[in-house]
């Protein structure tokens, strides 16, 4: 059974944002800074760029709540 806490601890980690990722060209983990690339019906689509050499590192897709999408 979950408990009012239990599910407000869940919420907290719902949107994870990226501080580094490995860069192929730095040959290291970089710091990286997310950019919108896209609104989609259901979400947003990021691109994590590599801080240092501009490179796209990876991409991350947040969805919309059932309650935030509009008929």
């Not at 907290?12 to 989609?40: G, H, W």
Request: glycine content about 4%; proline content about 3%; charged content about 25%.
């Amino acid at each position: 059974m979950w408990l009012s806490s239990d599910i407000e601890n869940h919420r907290q980690y719902e949107d994870f944002n990226a501080t580094a990722l490995y860069c192929s060209k730095c040959k290291q983990a970089m710091p990286v800074r997310d950019r919108l690339l896209l609104i989609l019906p259901d979400g947003e689509l990021y691109e994590y760029i590599c801080q240092r050499c501009g490179s796209s590192v990876g991409t991350k897709k947040t969805t919309k709540s059932r309650s935030e999408l509009s008929i």
